[in-house]
T-cell receptor
Framework: GNSVTQMEGPVTLSEEAFLTINCTYTATGYPSLFWYVQYPGEGLQLLLKATKADDKGSNKGFEATYRKETTSFHLEKGSVQVSDSAVYFC????????????FGTGTSLTVIP | DGGITQSPKYLFRKEGQNVTLSCEQNLNHDAMYWYRQDPGQGLRLIYY???????QKGDIAEGYSVSREKKESFPLTVTSAQKNPTAFYLC?????????????FGQGTRLTVV
């Protein structure tokens, strides 16, 4: 089946620390991969995406590389800020499933000054 | 401004009542989705629609119903058959059926059964 597995949180980091949130996937086909961010009480916002193997998505200092050989899409940021505190969701989309999105369980990040 | 509007933001329902959550988009997107989010959990797909007058059940459709009579609207009804309806509900849309297209989300409706 199709699924996304994220590292469990919560994650607490000091400002300017390096961030990695692991994401691996299982898919019956060639998915597109996404990272979304959710701030308290709000909907999800697209952070970045990659649509084929070896693509790197990047936005606001965050990066993730589509690794087909390890079925992974780990999110990284070199220096986190307090404003990055949120819940991060990894997701995949497969056209052969009627354009369904599959989401991970989310990883809560808190950045302390 | 283009986007997805969910209303109301907060909704209270008595047990045994049906309630309808509104979702409207002016992005001219073909596909629309409803997800349920429980505390500390990911998003679970309730229903999705690829085109007007057509929709499919997701993973947790029991106790819910939808309609897609207009491209821009995809209301969700939480029926009395839904045993545990208290949750945060998110509506989303995407431009078409290509896997590369991202989903755009509304701000959510928090439903509480009292």
């Amino acid at each position: 089946g199709n699924s996304v597995t994220q590292m469990e949180g919560p994650v607490t980091l000091s400002e300017e620390a390096f961030l990695t949130i692991n994401c691996t996937y299982t898919a019956t086909g060639y998915p597109s991969l996404f990272w979304y961010v959710q701030y308290p009480g709000e909907g999800l916002q697209l952070l970045l995406k990659a649509t084929k193997a070896d693509d790197k998505g990047s936005n606001k200092g965050f990066e993730a590389t589509y690794r087909k050989e390890t079925t992974s899409f780990h999110l990284e940021k070199g220096s986190v800020q307090v404003s990055d505190s949120a819940v991060y969701f990894c997701a995949l989309n497969l056209q052969n499933t009627g354009n369904q999105f599959y989401f991970g369980t989310g990883t809560s990040l808190t950045v302390i000054p | 401004d283009g986007g997805i509007t969910q209303s109301p933001k907060y909704l209270f329902r008595k047990e045994g009542q049906n309630v309808t959550l509104s979702c409207e988009q002016n992005l001219n997107h073909d596909a629309m989705y409803w997800y349920r989010q429980d505390p500390g959990q990911g998003l679970r797909l309730i229903y999705y629609s690829q085109i007007v007058n057509d929709f499919q059940k997701g993973d947790i459709a029991e106790g819910y119903s939808v309609s897609r009579e207009k491209k821009e609207s995809f209301p969700l009804t939480v029926t009395s058959a839904q045993k545990n309806p208290t949750a945060f509900y998110l509506c989303a849309s995407s431009i078409d059926g290509r896997a590369s297209t991202e989903a755009f989300f509304g701000q959510g409706t928090r439903l509480t059964v009292v």
